[in-house]
């Protein structure tokens, strides 16, 4: 249901943008959001949108390098990753759940999100 892409290796400095494809009910009505994980380590939050796009946040490590946007009549959101780091280096996965939660503290966290889209690797070469 949800499909990401985008991913692939890249020199450090260098961009990648990822895109995840949803096939949900109604996609429009779902909160969107990115999350990585490293090898061996947990999951972490990297950013999110609202439903209605207008309310984005973001992890400190990412902020000002990543933009997640959200094309509406695609069904399609967006991660913008420039600067890249080796220690961005991660599966990305992205995420869906259909509520109006738009407080960085909700959008953060894996439970809150109820549909997860397969992965895509980015990986960051120094």
């Known amino acids: 249901q949800l499909q990401a892409s985008g991913g692939g290796l890249v020199q450090a400095g260098g961009s990648l943008r990822l895109s995840c494809a949803a096939s949900l009910r109604t996609s429009n009505n779902y909160r969107m959001g990115w999350f990585r994980q490293a090898p061996g380590k947990e999951r972490e939050f990297v950013a999110g949108?609202?439903?209605?796009?207008?309310?984005?946040h973001y992890a400190d490590s990412v902020k000002g390098r990543f933009t997640i946007s959200r094309d509406n009549a695609r069904i399609t959101v967006y991660l913008q990753m420039n600067s890249l780091k080796p220690e961005d280096t991660a599966v990305y996965y992205c995420a869906a759940r259909n509520d109006y939660l738009t407080d960085y503290s909700w959008m953060k966290r894996r439970d809150m999100y109820d549909y997860w889209g397969q992965g895509t690797l980015v990986t960051v070469s120094s």
């Open positions: 949108i609202s439903r209605s796009g207008s309310t984005t």
